[in-house]
């Protein structure tokens, strides 16, 4: 049975280890800022920055989509 903690846990810059971060197949509904989840549908680390759900690091498709459409849009970069 999970323990709940109704303060913050300060561990003195101490190591958290052998954690698991929250396994969950849909957006959690009433997040708050800072708050991280694993999406188990489309297998990202996922943050809330506030306002909406942001992926944590990007895939090298997403990088080089990003990276095509820099250049497609000029942004000063070339391929030789």
């Known amino acids: 049975m999970?323990?709940?903690?109704?303060?913050?846990?300060?561990?003195?810059?101490?190591?958290?280890?052998?954690?698991?971060?929250?396994?969950?197949a849909t957006d959690p509904s009433s997040p708050v800022t800072g708050q991280i989840y694993y999406n188990t549908s489309d297998t990202k680390l996922k943050v809330y920055n506030g306002a909406s759900w942001s992926t944590v690091g990007n895939t090298q498709e997403?990088?080089?989509?990003?990276?095509?459409g820099l250049i497609a849009?000029?942004?000063g970069i070339s391929v030789s």
Do not use: C, M, W
């Open 2 to 24: 999970a323990r709940k903690f109704l303060t913050p846990i300060d561990l003195n810059k101490l190591e958290l280890q052998n954690a698991s971060i929250q396994n969950l």
């Open 62 to 68: 997403e990088i080089e989509d990003y990276v095509d």
């Open 73 to 75: 849009a000029g942004g």
